[in-house]
């Protein structure tokens, strides 16, 4: 598989942001909710549902109350049509629980306790659930036209506020298809879970280990120009572009690589192996990259023979750690261009020297 050569275009053309305003009832959500048009999981599995009753109650009475809501952002995934929430997530699951699900009983209510406390969607008149869905919102659509690189900036901004999702949340709710399922397929594979103890799967950080591993192996850590976010967000969007070849062949590179590492250097190949306190170090990003997609882009014969010369390769290896520059570029400004070109030099630098 030839080494991707991908533009990453920044600043951007404000021209090219498109975004439809409309107004739309509470009724639609719902609709949309029960049809699975607007789409909660999986890239916010982790997210939902955050608020308790008494807030999800409050949302309810504003609703009933005729009061303003918040405008809902969204974009729209290119093969199926559903929703993707930007913002509002947390609005649509209380919808979702209070008029789908019929489980959310009201309490805490400020001004309609007496006529409401305790009800379910279910308790309601029919004229009561008619005029809770007549409530009219803004829901603000970024267009199918507007760049990759543009609506993750979007979605960035308006998630600024409150609890952020991670980039890598947001890498993967703009990217939904081939990429994601891939991450998700990837993160499972049990070599890598061992590997990674301690990474936590829980705000996505397991992909973001897997997508730069990606990033790195298809587009070159020489294309690389400073922004890991900027290089993750093109990785991403290139590959929902790819051949189902091309990302079979990524993964059998992935898996090979990871299996090579451990017979080199153990579980731990992905930390750092000299510790001031004496304790075992975290698993680190950047040596993850340096190493496995240094080991994973060898051919396999060339794997098969550092494996027998792994006593030297783990000499070379531990004199690595006594370059000065090399423990900055893993500690401190780790996504530099120049750090990131660094330590991947070095460690092909090591790889040759065993090879001989």
Known sequence: MSTLTLPIKQP???????????????????????NDAIDLTPAFQRKQDLWNDEKKSRLVESILLGLPLPSFYFSIEKDSKRWVVIDGLQRLCTLKKFAIDQTLELKGLDFLGKQYGKK?????????????????????????????????LIFQRINSAGTPL??????????????TRLLENMVD?????????????????????????????????????????????????????????????????????????????????????????????????????ALAVSVSKLTQAEQDDLILKKALFSTFYLELFHDKRLQKTLSEGTGKSKSVGYRFQKMEEVIRKTLG
């Open 120 to 152: 379910t969607y279910n308790d309601f008149e029919y004229f009561e659930k008619l005029s809770f869905s007549m409530l009219s919102v803004t829901v603000n659509i970024l267009k199918g036209k507007t760049p990759p690189d543009v609506k993750y």
């Open 189 to 289: 594979i049990p070599l890598f879970r061992q590997m990674t103890k301690g990474v936590s799967a829980q705000r996505m950080a397991d992909k973001e280990f897997v997508l730069r591993f990606l990033a790195f192996y298809l587009i070159g850590y020489e294309s690389y120009e400073g922004d890991m976010d900027a290089f993750l967000n093109v990785a991403m969007h290139t590959l929902n572009q790819l051949s189902q070849d091309d990302l079979d062949a990524a993964k059998v590179a992935f898996c090979r690589g990871l299996f090579v590492c451990r017979e080199l250097l153990g579980d731990d190949a992905f930390r750092k192996p000299i510790s001031d306190s004496g304790r075992r170090n975290p698993v680190s990003k950047a040596l993850f990259d």
């Open 12 to 34: 951007f053309d404000p021209s090219t942001i498109e975004v439809e305003v409309k107004n739309v009832t509470i009724g639609v959500l719902i609709d949309m909710l029960k």
């Open 166 to 179: 991670t980039p890598q949340e947001i890498r993967n709710a703009l990217n939904q298809g081939v990429a």
